[in-house]
């Protein structure tokens, strides 16, 4: 007969003597464990993350600028305005489409992509705002 032997993790942090603060925690032990409780609790970190770390391309983030302009675009057009052959844009669009951020649209043999999660995108939209000040200065420049 083989015993089984049972462990239980660590569930909480325990820093080391020369981690602790040196003041002390400025909130309570009740705020700490009521907020750390709330924080974990929301999974929506886990998906924001996700969509962050996505996007974070900048060949994506390109693509979600394009797209908030022109609403729908097909891998060709992607391609000719990124500079970027047809094979890499798809496998970028992909990449966004798997994660819900972009939805298609067959029309034919062509594909249309266009914004899938606007909330999420919308995130996006302070960036983006900046974005689109600096194209139009630069634009008005030229």
């Not at 693509?63 to 970028?92: P, Q």
């Not at 034919?108 to 992509?113: D, S």
Request: proline residues 4%; charged residues 20%.
């Amino acid at each position: 007969m083989h015993e089984i032997t049972i462990t239980t993790p660590k569930l909480l942090y325990q820093p080391k003597e020369s981690e602790l603060c040196p003041g002390g925690l400025t909130i309570s032990s009740e705020d700490l464990a009521a907020m750390k409780a709330k924080v974990q609790a929301n999974t929506e970190i886990d998906n924001l993350a996700t969509f962050f770390a996505t996007a974070g391309s900048p060949h994506r983030l390109r693509i979600l600028l394009y797209l908030t302009e022109a609403e729908e675009l097909c891998v060709c057009d992607l391609a000719a305005l990124l500079d970027l052959n047809m094979t890499t844009v798809s496998a970028h669009l992909n990449k966004m489409k798997l994660q819900g951020i972009l939805k298609t649209r067959r029309d034919a043999q062509m594909i249309h992509y266009s914004i899938a999660d606007p909330e999420r995108v919308g995130l996006l939209s302070v960036a983006f705002s900046g974005l689109h000040e600096t194209m139009e200065l630069s634009t008005a420049r030229a």
